[in-house]
């Protein structure tokens, strides 16, 4: 199968000090998959008729932790449990993100590799940094928190061998998040379905395993903080990669959470950037519509009244302006994502 060539050009300056030479996945219609075996339904029948590859036999497992003493240890020991008995190759980083607490001596008694920030720069950075010193084809990120069970893990391990990312799907399982926060996870989400025309099962998991081939290009487009992962989904899907969903249960976690209100403002930011670098059109034609339409309606109430107003006009122009520019941003985007 032909593969193809990485979209960005700037690769190499992420992944320098790889081990492997990074190379895209073949390119695919992204694909929600719900895995059979545990009784969900698929969402792709094309994707359901493909044949299972043999897992993957080598695998690297980031835990970003900061200020986690009282669960780093515990998800450790989950992650041994899970993968002992598949009898693969595989490794734990953890990386302590400038944590406070007992959170680097906890994950340094487990025995597993600790990477450790000087001073507290995001879970985005952690994971970049965490991706950057592994070596293995495959990746796995989960959360220090006691929140992801790492029983999923070989599951996901099989249906990466088809994937350019596999995601925990928190589903209903989601009742774990306080009320508070989800009317904003709502939106947020809607958003994201309605720019990367696609049906999001789980916008910001935190329990996913990539193709390292896949992850790697976009590493300078993923932010420090908390959007990571908002990110990487919104990047994948928008490259017509395959994506893959499995259902999953979501814990209580273990400690506060680290997510803060004004959080959800920078994850719409977020949203709106990546849309714009991939598909400006998206934000460019419906906005243009807006004024387009506000604007024509106004100067056919006006020509009723014999009076065309300023209104009218700015508002026609107005929508033009915008359509004009999106299609000079569909140019540039084009030409930047371009093999």
């Given at each position: 199968m032909k593969r193809a060539e990485p979209i960005f050009g700037n690769v190499e300056t992420f992944a320098r000090d790889l081990p492997i030479t990074p190379r895209d996945i073949p390119v695919r219609?992204?694909?929600?998959?719900?895995?059979?075996?545990?009784?969900?339904?698929?969402?792709?029948?094309q994707a359901a008729q493909r044949p299972q590859s043999e897992a993957p036999r080598a695998l690297s497992v980031i835990i970003?932790?900061?200020?986690?003493?009282?669960?780093?240890?515990?998800?450790?020991?989950?992650?041994?449990?899970?993968?002992?008995?598949?009898?693969?190759?595989?490794?734990?980083?953890?990386?302590?993100?400038?944590?406070?607490?007992?959170?680097?001596?906890?994950a340094q008694a487990s025995g597993v590799i600790v990477l450790s920030n000087v001073k507290n720069t995001g879970y985005g950075a952690s994971l970049k940094r965490g991706v950057l010193n592994s070596s293995h084809p495959y990746i796995a990120i989960i959360d220090a928190d006691g929140t992801y069970p790492a029983h999923y893990l070989p599951l996901m391990l099989r249906l990466a061998a088809g994937a350019a990312m596999v995601v925990g799907d928190r589903g209903a399982s989601m009742r774990n998040v306080p009320w508070v926060r989800r009317p904003a996870k709502f939106v947020l989400n809607a958003l994201a379905n309605?720019?990367?025309?696609?049906?999001?099962?789980?916008?910001?998991?935190?329990?996913?395993?990539?193709?390292?081939?896949?992850?790697?290009?976009?590493?300078?487009?993923?932010?420090?903080?908390?959007?990571?992962?908002?990110?990487?989904?919104?990047?994948?899907?928008?490259?017509?990669?395959?994506?893959?969903?499995?259902?999953?249960?979501?814990?209580k976690r273990i400690g506060h959470s680290k997510i803060r209100a004004r959080d959800f403002f920078n994850f719409v930011i977020l949203l709106l950037r990546i849309i714009m670098l991939f598909n400006p059109l998206r934000v460019f034609l419906p906005l243009g519509l807006l004024f387009f339409s506000a604007g024509t309606l106004k100067a056919i109430y006006d020509v009723s009244r014999f009076n065309l107003s300023e209104g009218a006009i700015f508002g026609i122009m107005a929508g033009i302006m915008i359509w004009s520019l999106g299609l000079i941003a569909d140019m540039m985007s084009r030409l930047n994502l371009r093999p």
């Amino acid at each position: 199968m032909k593969r193809a060539e990485p979209i960005f050009g700037n690769v190499e300056t992420f992944a320098r000090d790889l081990p492997i030479t990074p190379r895209d996945i073949p390119v695919r219609g992204a694909e929600l998959l719900y895995d059979a075996g545990v009784g969900a339904k698929s969402y792709s029948h094309q994707a359901a008729q493909r044949p299972q590859s043999e897992a993957p036999r080598a695998l690297s497992v980031i835990i970003p932790a900061y200020n986690e003493e009282g669960a780093v240890r515990r998800t450790v020991s989950d992650v041994r449990a899970a993968l002992d008995p598949l009898g693969i190759t595989y490794e734990i980083i953890v990386v302590d993100d400038g944590s406070e607490d007992r959170t680097v001596m906890e994950a340094q008694a487990s025995g597993v590799i600790v990477l450790s920030n000087v001073k507290n720069t995001g879970y985005g950075a952690s994971l970049k940094r965490g991706v950057l010193n592994s070596s293995h084809p495959y990746i796995a990120i989960i959360d220090a928190d006691g929140t992801y069970p790492a029983h999923y893990l070989p599951l996901m391990l099989r249906l990466a061998a088809g994937a350019a990312m596999v995601v925990g799907d928190r589903g209903a399982s989601m009742r774990n998040v306080p009320w508070v926060r989800r009317p904003a996870k709502f939106v947020l989400n809607a958003l994201a379905n309605f720019l990367a025309e696609s049906r999001i099962a789980d916008l910001n998991s935190g329990l996913r395993i990539f193709n390292r081939t896949a992850l790697v290009p976009f590493l300078g487009l993923m932010p420090s903080g908390f959007s990571f992962t908002t990110t990487i989904t919104m990047c994948m899907l928008c490259s017509d990669m395959p994506v893959v969903y499995t259902p999953i249960e979501y814990g209580k976690r273990i400690g506060h959470s680290k997510i803060r209100a004004r959080d959800f403002f920078n994850f719409v930011i977020l949203l709106l950037r990546i849309i714009m670098l991939f598909n400006p059109l998206r934000v460019f034609l419906p906005l243009g519509l807006l004024f387009f339409s506000a604007g024509t309606l106004k100067a056919i109430y006006d020509v009723s009244r014999f009076n065309l107003s300023e209104g009218a006009i700015f508002g026609i122009m107005a929508g033009i302006m915008i359509w004009s520019l999106g299609l000079i941003a569909d140019m540039m985007s084009r030409l930047n994502l371009r093999p």
